[in-house]
């Protein structure tokens, strides 16, 4: 497995991240639906909708977190949806989505080491949303 990408507007402006996500991911889908029920309990279900959400976790160092602060940043939390691969080897797969409205790494309680000097070692979950592709829909 590749590292993953992400670009907002422009498939030239590839931001590659800096390292893989780590393994036990969640890839579900979401759905919501419209329930009303009758004085007498029958129940009318309507399908609203249906999306996937993927939930990635990445293990960075402090300098590698700056990265997915800077997308982040970018995209201003869950404001501005954007496209990601999950992995740079598979480049067929890309999802047009939006991330988590907050940005909460968390620091790992035992510090990691890089070149033999320990460091702060943090672990991020990145929670995509799938949108619907504005080429999809003509825009």
Known sequence: MN???YYITDPDELVLLPVAERYGSTIGI???DIALETERGVRWIYKQFRRS???MTFRVTREQLLAFE????QVEGQLTPFYFFPDTDDMDLVLYVRKEQSFMPKEL???GTVDGI???VYDYELTLTSEVDPV???L
């Not at 800077?70 to 940043?73: A, C, D, F």
Request: no cysteine; hydrophobic share 30%; proline share 9%.
């Open 3 to 5: 590292f993953p990408a």
């Open 30 to 32: 979401e759905e919501s």
């Open 53 to 55: 959400v993927r939930k």
């Open 70 to 73: 800077t997308l982040h940043n």
């Open 109 to 111: 309680d035992e510090p």
């Open 118 to 120: 320990a460091t702060a």
């Open 136 to 138: 999809e829909i003509g």
